[in-house]
């Protein structure tokens, strides 16, 4: 789980601290349908590509490395396209149609819950 706290103003400097706590979770994973064309520049995705998918799924994991395996469940269990995998951060995001994204995100979660042995958060939909 990221912690973001002690926003110190020190010698007119801004320090933020970032606390990464070691856990095997999934804290968020949530199927975007029908997103707005510019949500998709603002994610750095090609629009002209991409906003044709109808739906964008957004994955969050610690260890943050595990987004590799997510990323590698999501394409070989739909259709999904690679929109963006950080092994750092433990984010991966897919785009695809409605139900390709539905299934990748569902086949992501429910490996790591069961195989893994995560804790996983509730699949949330907007």
Request: hydrophobic share 45%.
């Amino acid at each position: 789980m990221d912690l973001q706290g002690l926003i110190t103003q020190g010698d007119n400097k801004l320090r933020i601290v970032q606390e990464l706590v070691p856990g095997k979770q999934v804290t968020l994973a949530h199927i975007i349908a029908n997103p707005d064309n510019v949500l998709y520049r603002k994610l750095g995705l090609n629009p002209d590509i991409d906003y044709s998918k109808s739906a964008i799924g957004i994955i969050t994991m610690s260890p943050s490395e595990t987004a590799i395996i997510a990323g590698d469940i999501a394409i070989k269990s739909s259709g999904v396209e690679l929109g963006f995998v950080d092994r750092f951060s433990g984010t991966l995001i897919v785009t695809g149609t409605v139900s390709e994204v539905e299934a990748a995100v569902h086949a992501v979660v429910d490996y790591v819950r069961d195989v893994l042995l995560f804790t996983v958060c509730e699949i949330t939909r907007t």
